[in-house]
């Protein structure tokens, strides 16, 4: 049985690199790739890093049923495409979402059995430090990032497994015995 497992967590936490070092010592794994409507950033293509939409394409799909789960995120639209999953999990493979907090919700409400985790940064300071450090972003793209992360930090409860990524190297393999064992409960290993 294909399990899927959702990362979730504030913008800057470290998920994608967290979900990288998981993928480099559990290769089975796959990764649905996200929908946004965000621009691309230097060196993402459509299809690896995200399917990027224009938000006339994502309200059409999000109409049409398209999304296991959908949210607006700093201003910006993301989604995970019922298509990309379902491919996934009919190969028999187990999945990863990287998704946004209301997008986990959405997941939890469907698919109750789906495994979330919630990574949570070391300290506000340091989530900020990240997003500044990544270059990535103008200030008032971080700013409202941050805004949006002290809300998302309070509903970390609702998650049955918290990882502080304050170690990434001891975080990554926190996550990894956690996807196992998850694995191995499910017959997936």
Do not use: C
């Amino acid at each position: 049985m294909a399990r899927v497992f959702v990362i979730t967590g504030p913008s800057g936490v470290g998920k994608g690199t967290l979900i990288r070092r998981l993928r480099e010592t559990i290769p089975e794994l796959r990764v649905s790739v996200s929908a946004t409507t965000r621009p691309p950033r230097a060196g993402e293509e459509h299809g690896r890093d995200y399917w990027f939409l224009d938000d006339a394409e994502f309200d059409r799909r999000v109409g049409e049923g398209d999304f296991v789960e959908h949210a607006e995120y700093a201003g910006r639209k993301y989604g995970t495409l019922r298509e990309e999953l379902e491919r996934h999990l009919g190969e028999g493979a187990p999945v990863v979402l990287e998704i946004e907090v209301q997008g986990a919700r959405q997941v939890r409400e469907t698919m109750p059995e789906a495994v979330q985790v919630f990574v949570v940064p070391p300290s506000f300071d340091a989530l900020r430090e990240r997003l500044e450090s990544r270059g990535t972003d103008g200030a008032d793209t971080i700013a409202r990032r941050l805004e949006v992360s002290r809300v998302e930090l309070e509903s970390q409860h609702e998650f049955d497994h918290r990882l502080v990524n304050d170690d990434l190297d001891a975080t990554a393999r926190q996550l990894e015995t956690l996807v196992r064992e998850q694995l191995s409960s499910a017959g997936a290993v």
